[in-house]
C-alpha cells in the first residue's frame, strides 16, 4: 500500500502516484490531503482519500480498509480481463493450413 500526501516539498503527490503505478499498478493507493479540491489524476487510480486532519485513528483504519478491499477488487478485475483476453486469443481461428 501507498499513502502518499498531495502537496510535497518537490512534487505534486498525483506524480507519485502515476509514477507508482507504472512500476506498481496493482498497488492500494490512498492520497492525503487538507485540501480536497480535484486535480488532474484520474480518480479510477486512487483506491482511497484521507482527509486531514485525521479525526481519529479510526478514521484512518476505515480509509486503509477501503483501499486494500477496493485494490483487491481491481486485482480481481485485472485478472478477469486478463484471463477473457487469452480465452479470446484461444477462440480465434487461426490462419488455415491447406492439406
Known amino acids: 500500500m501507498i499513502i502518499v500526501d498531495k502537496n510535497l516539498p518537490r512534487m505534486h503527490g498525483g506524480e507519485v502516484i502515476v509514477h507508482a503505478r507504472k512500476k506498481l499498478p496493482k498497488v492500494a493507493v490512498i492520497l492525503m490531503t487538507a ?6 489524476l484520474p480518480p479510477e487510480r486512487l483506491d482511497g482519500y ?23 477488487a481491481a486485482r480481481g478485475r485485472f485478472e478477469l480481463r486478463d484471463r477473457l483476453s487469452q480465452v479470446v486469443a484461444e477462440l480465434k481461428p487461426g490462419p488455415k493450413k491447406h492439406v
Not at 35 to 40: A, C, I, R
Open 35 to 40: 485540501f480536497p479540491e480535484p486535480f488532474s
Open 50 to 72: 484521507l482527509a486531514k486532519p485525521f479525526k481519529s485513528l479510526k478514521s484512518i483504519d476505515e480509509a486503509v480498509a477501503a483501499a486494500l478491499e477496493s485494490s483487491e
